[in-house]
């Protein structure tokens, strides 16, 4: 009696939010047969349950290495890429001058310090240049998305 009375309330746990996913992914998740944030495919075997994939348990909790590199054309064009400086991250930003660049930095986890002002304030002379980001998980998630609304 008490397992279905607990199996009832997991159920319904689960099925409260469900609203924003599609059902079948949904199913997936929680079968344990996708990971339950980037939704690939696990490898068997399948137990019951959200799990992360490998890479996502790794990152998990810690902060995501995002490379910011910027130019300046019409604006200052903002570029990211994953950690490994191959993989562009879909979302891209023209920011209207360095401030606003500089603080995007800054929101975006980048440890100045005096020398790492210096640094990006040189390269923001130069017209290009691009720092290491070390950003939260909704951070990244933002990245992730297209679009272009000068927030991070
Ligand atoms: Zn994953």
Redesign the pocket.
């Known amino acids: 009696m008490k397992t279905s009375t607990a199996c009832i309330l997991f159920f319904f746990a689960y099925t409260v939010d469900m609203g924003s996913e599609r059902v079948s992914t949904t199913r997936l998740r929680l079968a344990g047969r996708i990971?339950c944030?980037?939704k690939?495919s696990l490898p068997p075997p399948h137990t019951p349950g959200e799990k992360?994939?490998t890479?996502?348990q790794a990152s998990s909790g810690s902060k995501r290495r995002v490379y910011l590199h910027f130019m300046l054309l019409t604006g200052w064009h903002c570029q990211f890429l994953e950690a490994d400086l191959k993989t562009p991250l879909p979302k891209k930003l023209t920011l209207p001058d360095p401030e606003t660049l500089i603080q995007l930095a800054e929101r975006g986890g980048y440890k100045a310090g005096l020398e790492g002002r210096q640094a990006l304030e040189h390269a923001i002379e130069t017209g290009r240049g691009g720092v290491w980001l070390e950003l939260t998980e909704a951070q990244y998630r933002k990245l992730k998305r297209d679009g272009d609304d000068r927030k991070l």
């Open positions: 990971c944030n980037c690939i992360f994939c890479k996502c």
